[in-house]
């Protein structure tokens, strides 16, 4: 018996322009367009193996070696489906191809990262599940149509199918069709820029991302000024400060982002607060030395983002990657308090 089985990676990425809302929650289409970067496979990953044989009696998904419920209708449900629908249709254009949308699937899904680090592996997780199913049924669907369907699964893991630097455009289709991810610049473009990842808690965030943006969507009347006169022209911006490499430009678009973003968390009723007293304090510090270096002259050092959660992602240049390390140690000494660590460079290793 031949075996059908298929591995693949996904990365994790961090929005520079945030997704948070949503116009039809079962398509999962966002409320507006967001851009990510894509962190690279060695440090947060997910690698996910996809099995289908005729021998198997149900759809079934182990996460880092523990069995997961695959709920009626759910959005795993819907990924799986989805998959199976492409490949019927390139049987029934192909009669000689094995019936693999007939069989079952076993699928295996590992983190690279300790899930206690309080970051988001559902991005990567239904990135490297809808990838690693596209190789185990030989599909040529492109990495933007994948998008489409590891969307379903959760919105930002669309972007996750792309390295670099990534759109995912909402469309206005009800249907879906042209809400999808597509790459502004490949990783190569820009490999001066880094990400540093600040640990604040590993403690599981209280309000779930799903939930907190239909609360915002439903309440918060700056969430309207966002989505009609904020975010277009700030997508079209950030496009092009990745575009010129322009790390000032770039930096303050995604702090001044960050910020909104956590702004409509308060704005909604009743408020989300996601950040903590020791992600203000990073805060703090990051505008304190851009300050610092701005009237020197010198521009912008870092930029901080948070998502939903209190961890700190800071981008800044190599250049200056051992000194804010340094900095943020400095004043965030380990272990104390509730600061955890400083985690990994995207792009290079911690020096
Ligand atoms: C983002 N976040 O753009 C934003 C910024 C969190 C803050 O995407 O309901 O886990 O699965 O579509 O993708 C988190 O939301 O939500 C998120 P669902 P998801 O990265």
């Given at each position: 018996?031949p075996?059908?089985?298929?591995?693949?990676?996904a990365?994790?990425?961090?929005?520079v322009?945030?997704y948070?809302?949503?116009?039809?929650?079962k398509?999962i289409?966002?409320?507006?367009?967001?851009l990510s970067?894509t962190?690279?496979?060695?440090?947060?990953?997910?690698?996910?193996t996809?099995r289908?044989?005729?021998?198997f009696?149900?759809?079934?998904?182990w996460?880092?070696?523990?069995?997961?419920e695959?709920?009626?209708?759910?959005?795993?449900?819907?990924?799986?489906k989805?998959?199976?629908?492409l490949?019927?249709?390139?049987?029934?254009?192909?009669?000689?191809?094995?019936?693999?949308?007939s069989?079952?699937v076993?699928i295996a899904?590992?983190?690279?990262f300790?899930?206690?680090?309080?970051?988001?592996?559902?991005?990567?997780?239904?990135?490297?599940?809808?990838?690693?199913?596209a190789?185990l049924?030989?599909?040529?669907?492109?990495?933007?149509e994948?998008?489409?369907?590891a969307r379903?699964?959760?919105?930002?893991?669309?972007?996750?199918?792309?390295g670099?630097?990534?759109?995912?455009?909402?469309?206005?289709?009800?249907?879906?069709s042209?809400?999808?991810a597509?790459?502004?610049?490949?990783?190569s473009?820009?490999?001066?820029l880094h990400a540093?990842?600040?640990?604040?808690?590993?403690?599981?965030?209280?309000?779930?991302?799903?939930s907190?943006?239909?609360?915002t969507v439903?309440?918060s009347p700056?969430l309207?000024?966002?989505?009609?006169?904020?975010?277009p022209?700030?997508?079209?911006?950030?496009?092009?400060?990745?575009?010129d490499?322009?790390?000032?430009?770039?930096?303050l678009?995604?702090?001044?982002?960050?910020?909104q973003f956590?702004?409509v968390?308060l704005?909604?009723?009743?408020?989300?607060?996601?950040?903590?007293?020791?992600?203000?304090?990073?805060?703090a510090?990051?505008?304190?030395?851009?300050?610092?270096?701005?009237?020197?002259g010198?521009?912008?050092v870092?930029?901080?983002?948070?998502?939903?959660?209190?961890?700190?992602?800071?981008y800044?240049?190599?250049?200056?990657?051992?000194?804010?390390?340094q900095?943020?140690?400095?004043?965030?000494?380990?272990p104390a308090?509730?600061f955890k660590d400083?985690?990994?460079?995207?792009?290079g290793d911690v020096?």
């Amino acid at each position: 018996m031949p075996v059908y089985q298929a591995t693949a990676t996904a990365p994790v990425n961090i929005a520079v322009i945030k997704y948070w809302g949503k116009r039809d929650t079962k398509l999962i289409l966002p409320t507006n367009s967001s851009l990510s970067v894509t962190l690279d496979q060695d440090h947060l990953r997910s690698t996910t193996t996809s099995r289908a044989d005729p021998s198997f009696t149900s759809d079934k998904l182990w996460l880092n070696g523990t069995p997961d419920e695959i709920k009626p209708e759910g959005r795993l449900y819907t990924c799986i489906k989805e998959m199976k629908r492409l490949r019927k249709e390139l049987e029934d254009k192909d009669s000689s191809l094995p019936k693999l949308s007939s069989y079952n699937v076993h699928i295996a899904s590992y983190n690279n990262f300790p899930t206690a680090a309080g970051l988001a592996s559902s991005a990567s997780g239904f990135a490297a599940l809808v990838s690693s199913l596209a190789l185990l049924y030989q599909l040529p669907a492109t990495p933007s149509e994948l998008s489409l369907i590891a969307r379903q699964g959760s919105g930002s893991a669309c972007r996750s199918l792309f390295g670099g630097f990534v759109a995912w455009e909402m469309g206005s289709s009800p249907n879906g069709s042209d809400s999808l991810a597509v790459q502004v610049a490949p990783e190569s473009h820009w490999p001066d820029l880094h990400a540093l990842i600040c640990v604040v808690s590993s403690a599981k965030k209280g309000t779930s991302s799903t939930s907190g943006m239909q609360r915002t969507v439903a309440t918060s009347p700056l969430l309207q000024h966002r989505i009609n006169h904020v975010v277009p022209e700030r997508m079209a911006a950030m496009s092009k400060a990745i575009q010129d490499k322009d790390f000032d430009a770039f930096a303050l678009l995604t702090m001044a982002d960050s910020n909104q973003f956590h702004a409509v968390a308060l704005d909604t009723e009743p408020p989300i607060f996601y950040m903590n007293d020791v992600s203000r304090s990073i805060i703090a510090l990051i505008v304190e030395l851009n300050r610092v270096s701005v009237e020197a002259g010198q521009g912008y050092v870092a930029a901080y983002t948070y998502d939903a959660g209190p961890n700190a992602v800071i981008y800044v240049r190599e250049k200056d990657v051992k000194r804010v390390f340094q900095l943020v140690l400095a004043y965030f000494p380990q272990p104390a308090g509730e600061f955890k660590d400083v985690l990994k460079v995207f792009g290079g290793d911690v020096p």
